[in-house]
């Protein structure tokens, strides 16, 4: 087992190298990098938390970190849509919630070719689930289809995506909040454009316009009365927090080699040495490693947690808000220990810190996972 897990780590590492080649091109252009999903494919790294019954490996989120964090470091757009992947992968083997048909479509294709999934759940209007208001998406019944008409915002990956995990309420009397499988072929399912951030430009998080589409009635993914607070399993949601500071953590780490390559070697002619000698510049370099050293530990004690069973409650949450504060604080840092070169767009660190700060857009953003820590620490008081 560790000698597999060591080897599939092992082509992460080679693949994110050979991603990191590529990595400011589709900074730049924003185009979206289908070939790396080939050759994550080609590697085995696609099925890495899909069932060995199902022709993956069957590992968990100490296991997927470790490659998310190698990918990440590369190229983090890639590895922030593979992380969605593992995520669906993941409830599907855990939880046993999907029915067997759902199942074995998405699991089958996954064996046979790149056929990535993610959820759809964000709408302009209402922004993110984890706010609390339901999806103005709608699911009507017509014989046995639904018809789903809607607009999703910040569908990341939806480019290589063959089918979304699609939140919407049902027009039924009691009307459920359900998740759908929608393929991204479907009639009446197009693309709108909108992402042009700042930072990890090729998710190509855009958004997608459904105008009664219709899928057949066996294919509700699972749903729950619309009228309860949406329901998150706890070690789903450490598994994606995870996996997101995983990506973020990456980042950081990418930044933190390329400011030790440059300190240890830029040498000014009124120093006389690299600047890598000059007592500011170890307290900042000393700094960093800190702030990494902190998000691993972090991130594998998450991991294990999960792997083993254990409660976490609400940490997923709060490690994510601590490893995606590091991230930022340690680009940061790179780019001032650099100094005017680190600005330099072939340095790549300014990229770095880009994604970096993308990472405080992922909802619940921290003032929220803070508020959500203050209430409950009051709730014990009671």
């Known amino acids: 087992m560790a000698d597999t897990i060591t080897d599939l780590v092992g082509k992460a590492k080679c693949l994110a190298d050979d991603f990191a080649e590529t990595a400011a091109h589709y900074d730049a252009s924003g185009a979206f990098p289908f070939e790396n999903f080939d050759k994550l494919f080609d590697a085995g790294l696609l099925g890495l938390v899909s069932g060995r019954d199902h022709g993956g490996h069957g590992e968990g989120l100490t296991s997927a970190q470790a490659v998310i964090s190698e990918i990440a470091r590369g190229e983090p757009s ?3 849509v593979l992380a969605m992947h593992y995520t ?6 855990r939880f046993g919630k999907w029915p067997a048909h759902l199942a074995e479509r998405v ?7 790149v056929a990535l999934i993610n959820n759809a759940q964000a709408e302009p209007r209402i922004g993110s689930p984890a706010h609390g208001a339901l999806p103005e998406t709608v699911a009507r019944r017509d014989g046995d289809r639904w018809r789903i008409t809607g607009h999703k915002s910040y569908v990341t990956g939806i480019p290589i995506l063959k089918w979304v ?9 009691e009307p459920r909040l359900a998740s759908f499988l929608v393929p991204t072929n479907a009639t009446g399912l197009r693309v709108e454009k909108s992402w042009n951030a700042a930072g990890m430009h090729a998710t190509a998080s855009d958004d997608i316009i459904l105008e009664d589409v219709s899928v057949p009635l066996d294919d509700l993914i699972e749903a729950q009365p619309a009228s309860e607070p949406i329901r998150r399993d706890e070690h789903a949601a450490a598994f994606f927090f995870g996996l997101l500071g995983a990506v973020y953590h990456g980042v950081a780490t ?3 080699n390329r400011v030790l390559g440059f300190v240890s070697k830029h040498a000014p002619a009124s120093l006389g040495a690299p600047i890598a000698t000059v007592p500011r510049i170890q307290d900042g370099l000393g700094e960093i490693e800190v702030r990494l050293a902190t998000n691993a530990r972090l991130l594998r004690s998450l991991g294990e947690d999960v792997d083993t069973g254990r409660p976490v409650g609400m940490d997923g949450m709060h490690v994510r808000h601590v490893v995606i504060d590091n991230a930022v604080a340690i680009t940061s840092l790179a780019l001032e220990l650099a100094g005017n070169p680190g600005l330099n767009r072939d340095f790549q660190l300014e990229r770095h810190h880009r994604d970096a ?3 405080r857009s992922h909802a619940p953003q921290s003032h929220m996972i803070r508020t959500i820590a203050a209430r409950n620490a009051l709730s014990r008081l009671v």
């Open 78 to 80: 890639t590895a922030l």
């Open 88 to 93: 669906s992968h993941f409830a599907i083997r």
């Open 107 to 113: 699991l089958s294709a996954n064996r046979q070719g």
């Open 165 to 173: 995990s699609l939140l919407a309420v049902t027009d039924e009397q």
């Open 254 to 256: 990418s930044a933190r």
């Open 357 to 359: 700060i993308t990472a």
